[in-house]
């Protein structure tokens, strides 16, 4: 069934009010799944101000801990017995197998609970700052919020900012990448069904990025932007942001370094490898695009990668025997194959894949087979630019520091990996990757109470944990004097 897009501002649905159309598309057979408008700069700056009216009217920003959790509670639940309805509709609009999208689900509900236990923790501090004085730090919510997500991640990277915005008790004003809209509109559903969520402190906008958010960005009346996307579009916004100097928080691009020492297990070592590459068809921030192998491992990593690579069965999201799904657009597949061909023009090696999948009735989607480079150059642009797909690049390294030039060589920051059977290696190597997020001996699991941010390009501030709700909140010291009195500075 074809759903309207609509936006939700003040707790109302609207349809978007330009003439420019969105159709949504199901990567893996482009079926039309979802069709409206995009909206206007106008409607986005009623959204903005139903959202500072809400703020400024205060129920929610001085709701106790206790009410936001209940409601943060309630979403959650609500987010659980809609899970496969969610999961399916993030399937089909994202490209990704059923299976990724049911942990997006159940990751989204658990992120509501983290935050709503961590709401009602006591975060203040109190100090005696002199004989006379009481002083005390206190968070307060920040305000109106913008929030503006990518598309590989649609509910999952959603609620990692909304959930501890609305905990922190701001308004907000979300705006869905455009491709990827279909899962907020559960997550309204499930805010419109609250009554005790008041009216317009959550409004969603959707919209062209160039438009919604960049109004979003550039507006006087937004207190603050938290931004998941590109690193040009996350440069952007600072820009714009710096209009009324609203605070800003990027997670952005990332070329992550996956490093393997000898010594490792060949076999588990490969398995972390195609893992941190081709979870999500390559299309994940953190994904472990460049991986760097020591001499004498190579060839047998290489050889064992390529062989392994060929028993990835891809195809659409839906179909349990799918291990890969789709790419999210027709314009994202191009941008990959178009690297692809950067990639075979600057002269590497493609050891497998390297093509379109349009066999077994893959023709109308956009898939794209598993991709490996090898006798690549670190100053190639497939080694140094973010693709967002299922390609990877395989380096050889001579030693460890060898390893850690290379892993630190690309503008990002944002994650790493090392393997190695000697700890004590893993652990020098490791804390010397310029990243925020990095493993050792594994790849990819990321926990709610840990912060998720990058280095470098890869971003400013950070998601999740106490982190990721102190970028909503404001820090405010209030200093009370015991023994009010003169202060005496100026003759009497
Ligand atoms: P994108 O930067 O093209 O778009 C992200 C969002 O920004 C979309 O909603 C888009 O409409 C909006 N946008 C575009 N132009 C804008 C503008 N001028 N002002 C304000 N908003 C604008 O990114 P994408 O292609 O949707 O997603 C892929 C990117 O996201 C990759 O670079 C990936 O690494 C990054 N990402 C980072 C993280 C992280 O946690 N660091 C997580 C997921 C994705």
Redo the contacts with the bound molecule.
Sequence with gaps: MVKELMNYINGEWVKPDTDRENIVLNPANQEVIGKGFHSSKEQTEEAIRVAKETFERGEWANATPGERAAVLLKIADMIDERAEEIATLDTIDNGKILEEASFDVADAASTFRYYAGLIQAPAGEVFNASDDHQSMIVREPVGVTGL??????PLL?SVWKIAPALAAGNSIVF????VTPMSAMILFDIFDQIEELPKGVANMVMG???VV??TI?ESHDVDMVS???????GK??MQ?ASGNLKRISL????KSPNIVFADTDLDMAVDYGLFGIFYGSGQI?SAGSRILVEESMYDDYVKLFVEKVKNIKVGPGLDPESNMGAIVSEQQMNRVLEYIEIGKQEGATVAAGGYRLTDNGLDKGFFIAPTVFVDVENDMRIVQE?I?GPVVTIQPFKDEADAVRLANSTNYG?AGGVFSKDGSRAMRVIKQVRAGITWVNDYHPTFVEAP?G?YKQ??IGH?LGTYGLEEFQEVKQINVRLQPESPGWFPQ
């Design positions: 503006i997500v990518p598309w590989n991640f990277m705006k869905p990448a455009e062209e990025g160039n958010g960049q960005s931004f998941t996307g590109s690193t040009a579009v952007k916004i714009a997670e952005l691009g990332g921030c973010e967002f944002l998720w990058g890869s971003g998601s």
